[in-house]
């Protein structure tokens, strides 16, 4: 076995300034539920991709998220990443990961228009940091009346 935790100690001591983090197993599905929360589908029970994971981090921590060619354009390729010459059209509808509930959610969040998402493959989501929420003090039959 595999003593990760031993040798991720000794790397942080050894680099005390790394910006090296844990994420912990828990959070990665919590992010699946919110994901489930938010597809009209069943969803396997299969963690999300890095790249969604990167996606949520950004949301946690940036203003604005620009993302390019994660829901694919008219440019639309079997690559895995854009930067990649390897081909697996799973990457794009998703063997493993719930790649396209992934892509349908950031496109639901996207706030830029049709050329830049299709034609461009360019998506544009509000960081977290910047949705006004309502007044959590307002009690929902306040708000219906």
């Known amino acids: 076995m595999f003593r990760f ?7 942080r001591l050894m ?18 539920n919110w994901l489930q929360s938010e597809s009209k589908w069943d969803l396997l029970p299969n ?4 790249g969604f994971l990167g996606l949520v981090l950004a949301l946690l921590n940036c203003d604005t998220v620009h993302i390019y060619e994660y829901v694919p354009s008219m440019r639309l ?6 930067y990649d010459s390897d081909e697996n059209l799973g990457c794009t509808i ?16 996207n706030i830029g228009n049709d050329t830049e998402v ?3 493959g360019f998506l544009t989501l509000p960081g977290l940091r910047s949705i006004q929420c309502a007044n959590s003090s307002t009690s ?3 708000q219906k009346q």
Do not use: M
């Open 118 to 120: 299709f034609a461009d």
């Open 140 to 142: 929902s039959t306040t």
């Open 15 to 32: 680099q005390p300034e790394s910006e090296v983090h844990l994420l912990n197993p828990k959070s990665l599905w919590s992010i699946w």
């Open 5 to 11: 935790f031993v040798g991720f100690k000794i790397f």
């Open 94 to 109: 998703g063997d493993w990961h719930p790649l396209a509930a992934e892509k349908l959610l950031a496109l639901a969040l």
């Open 77 to 82: 390729t079997k690559r895995c990443h854009y």
């Open 47 to 50: 963690p999300p991709s890095s």
